[in-house]
């Protein structure tokens, strides 16, 4: 968004947050772009609305206000702006919300033209997803327009959702005069309760600007428009041809005759029949109920490097308030959603958390800003019989087991397969395994696996900001490590000087480093200009370098010496959700899967100003990638919003094999490991199911693991007990190990 500068008579301050520009002006008040005063040099922008002193009159007003910006405070944080804060202070209210980087869908429309294609289509499907997780929380936006979207480096955001309704609490208005007449609904420009319905009709109004730049009852005046909406039809010319059904039902001038937002998601994700989909091969899902991830992953074979990747939400960056907790999710709320059986509610959950990955083809991320910060002290308070906790921040790589939540191990399975496993895949294939590992109070959405002091250490990452170790074998926690001040998106694991490691990357743009034998911090945290969504390890040069992946941009980080190696590449147009590394004839080759729908090769030796290979399109946005050796070449496996399961050669471009289906969901995470001749593909996502198929002929092997009760997020493949175990994190809160022979 574009800012200007404060005007005299601005205020400077509002409660604990500093103002520096002007973001934008409406009949509800002023925004601005703040920061909090005590978060420092580095603190990350937020969005402020001054509401006008109308709004704050009168002190029943005003209670009603707060305690509806309260409920949108409750609004899963996904294709949303999240608000993060709401006060008053004398006689002005205010609400705090993430800082969104990138024009509004109106501007970007009138500057550039409408959009068409997956451009349209990714805008549709966010701003479905954002309204489902609206309505979910009880929430009624009331002013859906194109000037509250947003379309930032991460996808479409949806913003001002309940500051209608607050303002509408706060005042003696009707329910229909908040709002914009071009993409009013019927009942609320009679004045009428304006419920969920409402709203399904501004979105569709909302998707015919953006695909043909005009809103769909005309603009030649309010009357005229008004006059439309209660008896005309929209105007569809220059909608697409299979969107239009769907507008034509949210048109209904009956509210009870148009589709939930769910309903709506469904039909936007149905896979469409294409030549695509007829070669795929497919095994009818075990359950059909989907939760909703976080974030993709890939994994490696045990034994090769280790690296992880980071999850959701904003599956971009979007700025979170500075120095803000990411707000508590109600648990109950949540475990409802995962347990409606209907599959409108899977869909919903799954693109809830998906939001990250939507993104808009013009969006670009912005160059990088290197920023130093302070660091804490790391200290250890360790009590009999719990973990130990540890506060710091530090960054590196770390060692050999296995690479966990969305990187691939330095070594693929094509070039260092994995050590020879006992036992055969299918008889057991599936089977749980022990109990959880349990302690998460939020999503998991990284898992990696390390050898340590000779056992094997479990590493996660998750959305309550910490990173934990667990021992293997006794399934007993070893360590809580806090530091990072946001979700904790991706994990890896690396020898570096003599060190087992974990590089942890997030939500709060940083990297960090953990001693794994130590339990403790490693150096000061690294900060980066995006927020961070995937890392793995790699050997360059005789050094390990960290690769990391933002909104778009891919980094080199020597763990070493602590130190960036050049400039970031500019890899993709969206967010990138995993890396995978291999070693081939040529070198060592990275691997980067991207909302952007695309899985491009670099030379991570090459520089910065090279042009990616590109290995793998796909319709929608691809959040996983590993490599294997097939038939003896290297392939490169990937999947995400499409359902399906794509096997590439990098170096011709062509698909190896027809497509592997089965999940009926998106595809989050993948992990594949050599057993006996062949190879195994382990695969998870938001149908909270993981399966392994037999990468050579796509056909499933085992049983479903189906224990998960949310999201599967992320896996590593791992020795134990002479087997090789799948170890999976949840959305559940849980990390689950299950047999693959």
């Known amino acids: 968004m574009a800012t200007t500068p404060l005007r005299p008579g601005d205020p400077e301050r509002i409660g604990p947050y500093r103002l520096t520009?002007?973001?934008?002006?409406?009949?509800?008040?002023?925004v601005f772009l703040g920061v909090r005063q005590e978060a420092g040099e580095d603190a990350e922008r937020v969005a402020v609305k001054v509401l006008h002193a109308v709004h704050a009159a009168d002190p029943a007003a005003r209670r009603r206000f707060l305690r509806e910006i309260e409920t949108a405070r409750q609004v899963a944080e996904f294709c949303t702006a999240r608000v993060l804060d709401v006060g008053e202070t004398g006689d002005t209210l205010y609400v705090v919300s993430e800082y969104i980087e990138g024009p509004s869908l109106q501007k970007s429309v009138r500057a550039e033209g409408p959009r068409r294609g997956t451009a349209l289509h990714r805008i549709a499907v966010g701003t479905a997803t954002a309204l489902a997780a609206i309505h979910q929380a009880g929430v009624v936006h009331r002013d859906f327009k194109p000037g509250n979207v947003l379309l930032g480096p991460d996808g479409p955001r949806v913003i001002d959702f309940g500051i209608s309704r607050a303002l509408d609490a706060s005042t003696t208005m009707s329910s229909g005069a908040i709002g914009t007449p071009a993409y009013m609904s019927p009942e609320q420009v009679r004045g009428e309760r304006v419920g969920p319905a409402g709203d399904v009709f501004a979105w569709a109004g909302t998707m015919v600007f953006a695909a043909t730049g005009r809103p769909p009852f005309g603009g030649d005046g309010i009357p005229a428009v008004l006059h439309r909406v209660l008896s005309g039809e929209p105007d569809l010319s220059g909608v697409p041809e299979n969107l239009r059904p769907i507008l034509t039902a949210c048109f209904a001038k009956d509210p009870s005759a148009r589709p939930t937002a769910s309903e709506l998601l469904m039909r936007l994700i149905a896979r469409p029949s294409s030549d695509r989909a007829a070669g795929v091969s497919a095994d009818p899902p075990e359950r059909e109920d989907a939760s909703p991830p976080a974030r993709p992953g890939t994994l490696l074979p045990p034994g090769g490097p280790s690296a992880a990747v980071p999850p959701p939400p904003e599956a971009g960056p979007a700025g979170s308030g500075p120095g803000a907790t990411p707000p508590k999710r109600g648990r109950a709320r949540r475990r409802g959603v995962i347990v409606a059986f209907s599959a409108v509610t899977a869909a919903l959950v799954a693109l809830t958390?998906?939001?990250?990955?939507?993104?808009?083809?013009?969006?670009?991320?912005?160059a990088d800003t290197t920023a130093t910060s302070a660091a804490t002290g790391p200290t250890a308070d360790a009590s009999s019989g719990d973990p130990t906790s540890v506060d710091g921040g530090g960054s590196s790589a770390?060692?050999?087991?296995?690479?966990a939540a969305s990187t691939v191990s330095p070594t693929p399975v094509a070039s260092t397969g994995p050590p020879p496993s006992t036992g055969d895949i299918g008889a057991d294939t599936g089977k749980a395994w022990g109990?959880?590992?349990s302690g998460h109070t939020d999503d998991v959405y990284a898992v990696a696996a390390a050898e340590v002091d000779g056992r094997r250490v479990i590493v996660s990452g998750a959305g309550d900001r910490t990173v934990r170790l667990w021992d293997l074998e006794s399934r007993r926690p070893l360590a809580r490590l806090t530091g990072h001040t946001d979700w904790v998106r991706d994990v890896a694991v690396a020898r570096v000087e003599g060190k087992t490691v974990a590089v942890s990357v997030g939500h709060d743009r940083t990297l960090r480093m953990w001693d794994l034998a130590e339990r403790e911090a490693l150096g000061e945290p690294v900060r980066f200009s995006q927020?961070?969504?995937?890392?793995?390890?790699?050997?360059?040069?005789?050094?390990?370098?960290?690769?990391?992946?933002g909104a778009g941009r891919l980094w080199l980080y020597d763990l070493a010496a602590g130190e960036r190696i050049g400039r970031p590449i500019a890899a993709h147009s969206a967010v990138i959700f995993d890396i995978a590394v291999a070693e081939t004839a040529q070198g060592t080759r990275v691997f980067t899967a991207s909302g952007d729908g695309t899985v491009r090769m670099w030379d991570p030796g090459a520089g910065p100003d090279q042009e990616g290979v590109l290995v793998s399109r796909s319709p929608s946005h691809i959040n996983a990638v590993t490599t294997a050796e097939l038939d003896g070449r290297l392939v490169v496996v990937s999947g995400g919003g499409d359902q399906v399961i794509t096997v590439g050669d990098p170096v011709t471009g062509e698909e190896v094999r027809a497509l592997i289906g089965g999940h009926g969901a998106w595809i989050y995470c993948l992990a594949a490991v050599r057993?006996?001749?062949?190879?195994?593909?382990?695969?998870?996502?938001n149908s909270a199911t993981a399966r392994v198929n037999d990468l050579a002929t796509g056909e499933l092997v085992g049983r479903p693991f189906t224990d998960h009760e949310h999201n599967v997020n992320d896996v590593v493949i791992v020795e134990h007990d002479g087997r090789l175990a799948a170890v999976t994190a949840g959305g559940d809160d849980n990390l689950r190990v299950w047999r693959i022979t």
């Open 675 to 685: 057993v006996g001749e062949g190879i195994a593909l382990v695969s998870g996502g």
């Open 531 to 549: 927020k961070l969504y995937s890392v793995a390890v790699a050997a360059l040069d005789d050094r390990t370098v960290a690769i990391v992946g």
């Open 353 to 366: 958390v998906l939001a990250p990955s939507w993104l808009s083809e013009r969006d670009t991320p912005r």
């Open 398 to 403: 770390a060692p050999s087991p296995t690479p």
């Open 21 to 30: 520009s002007r973001l934008g002006q409406g009949g509800q008040g002023v």
């Open 435 to 437: 109990r959880p590992l």
